[in-house]
Structure formats: structure tokens, C-alpha cells
């Protein structure tokens, strides 16, 4: 399991033993985002410095870095581990080409990208733009489907694990795309602001996190809260399901 904060350290744990095992060092600034490629073997973090970076898990070394001119807030992995998206305050949305340790393409967007999630299935990423637009773009085609726009900015993606689902909050309000059909099926008052998504890796469950620190998961098909967990005493700001889908890993500001 890995975490990262304000002072731009990346803690790899053995969650089971609840052991830090390794501690990846470069970041100069506050850790926005980290993302475990979907085999499992390399991490990208961004950060406020500017930079992508990419780790060796096994060595816990940095394989490669990329910087820009402006803070860098979300990473995400393309399907088959090739090619990693980035998106921040440069109003564009950065594909590079992992392999090659190079940039292979740069979509504008005009506006800062708040937050992004890859499909788990196809050339598809989500992005969320500080006006609030939800967009879906397929990074082979260039071609962009802009689903809808938010009151305010949104806080959090996430795909389901067959990409039928898309899931994105804002404030209160978690909605719920159904993806092949492009059209919204749930729209969730939470009652409190929401801060984290995550959908369980073998399952349509959806879990929330927010300020208040409580983490509710939430039925795809009924819209329905089916579990609510506490724990945390101050905001929860991350979730992250197990591979095999049987435990939840949640972070906050407590």
C-alpha cells in the first residue's frame, strides 16, 4: 500500500503487518496523486513541484521524471500499463509513452484539470476541468465526449473494474454514468461533501469519502447506501480498494 502528504515522502507499507517498508524520495512539494500501474510492479506520484514521477517498486528507486511549469494534481494508467496520463494547471492533458521515457501526446483542454481516471478497458480516460465539465476522451482517436458540468469543481473519479460505470463527485452530489450508453442512472445526495471514490475492484460498490470522515459504500443499480463505516475523525481524502476486492484502504486528515 502506498500514501503520500504534505511532505512529499511516498510510504510503501505492508499493510497486513503494518510495517513501512520502503520510502521513495524526490518530491519537494506537497504528493497530489499516486497511481500503481495495473500490473502491480511501478508507481506514479505527481506533485505541487511540478513533476510526474515513476518508481520501481522492487527497488524503490525512480525510474524516470517528467516536469512541467506548473503543479501537476492527478496521474492515472492507461489500461495496458504503456502510457501514462497526466493532468494539472497547464490546461493540457499529458500522454506519455512509459516505455520510451517520452512524451507521445498533449491534449488541450483550455483549463486546469482537476481530476482524472483511466478505464480499466479500452483507449478511455475521464478528466474533470476546474469549470466543472466531465469529459471522456479517447487518447487514440483524440475524440472527446463531454458528459456533463458541475455546479462547482469536482473532487474525485473513478471507473467501474469493466468500465461500465463512471462515478464523479462534487460537494454532495455523486453521480453515476452508465458508460456505453453516455447517460446519468444515479444521482446521490450524501449529505455531506464528498472528497474520495472508489469502486470495489470485483463489484459494482461504490465507496465515499468526505469530511465528516465517514466512508459509506453505495449499490450501482439502487443508488442505495448498503454500508456505512467510521473510523476517522477528521476528512477522509482517499480509498483504495484491494486487488481482490475484500479490503478497503482509506486516508485522512486525521
Known amino acids: 500500500l502506498a500514501s503520500g502528504g504534505r ?3 511516498i510510504t510503501i507499507w505492508d499493510w497486513q503487518r503494518g510495517l513501512e517498508i520502503k520510502t521513495l524520495l524526490g518530491h519537494t512539494d ?5 497511481a500503481w500501474s495495473p500490473h ?13 514521477r515513476i518508481w520501481d517498486f522492487s527497488t524503490g528507486t525512480e525510474r524516470m521524471s517528467f516536469a512541467g511549469e506548473s503543479w501537476v494534481r492527478a496521474v492515472a494508467w492507461s489500461a ?7 493532468g494539472g494547471d497547464d490546461a493540457s492533458l499529458s500522454l506519455f509513452q512509459v516505455d520510451q521515457g517520452e512524451l507521445s501526446a498533449a491534449f488541450e483542454t483550455r483549463e486546469s484539470i482537476m481530476s482524472l481516471s483511466a478505464a480499466p478497458k479500452g483507449p478511455f480516460v475521464a478528466m474533470v476541468l476546474k469549470s466543472g465539465a466531465l469529459e471522456v476522451l479517447n487518447r487514440e ?3 472527446r465526449v463531454h458528459l456533463g458540468t458541475f455546479r462547482g469543481e469536482a473532487a474525485a473519479l ?4 469493466d468500465a461500465r460505470y463512471l ?42 469519502g468526505g469530511y465528516k470522515g465517514i466512508i459509506d459504500l453505495w449499490s450501482a443499480d439502487s443508488g442505495e447506501s448498503v454500508l456505512r463505516i467510521s473510523g476517522h475523525t477528521r476528512a477522509v481524502k482517499a480509498l483504495s480498494w484491494s486487488p481482490q476486492g475484500d479490503y478497503l484502504a482509506s486516508g485522512g486528515d486525521d
Open 7 to 9: 511532505d512529499g515522502k
Open 30 to 34: 506537497i504528493i497530489t496523486d499516486l
Open 40 to 52: 502491480g510492479t511501478t508507481l506514479a506520484s505527481s506533485s505541487w513541484d511540478h513533476t510526474v
Open 80 to 86: 495496458d500499463g504503456r502510457f501514462l496520463f497526466s
Open 141 to 143: 482517436t483524440g475524440e
Open 158 to 161: 473513478s471507473w467501474s473494474f
Open 167 to 208: 462515478a464523479a463527485s462534487t460537494d454532495r452530489l455523486i453521480q453515476v454514468w452508465d458508460w456505453d450508453g453516455q447517460k446519468l442512472v444515479q444521482s446521490i445526495n450524501t449529505g455531506h461533501q464528498i472528497l474520495a471514490l472508489d469502486w470495489g475492484s470485483q463489484s459494482h460498490l461504490l465507496a465515499s
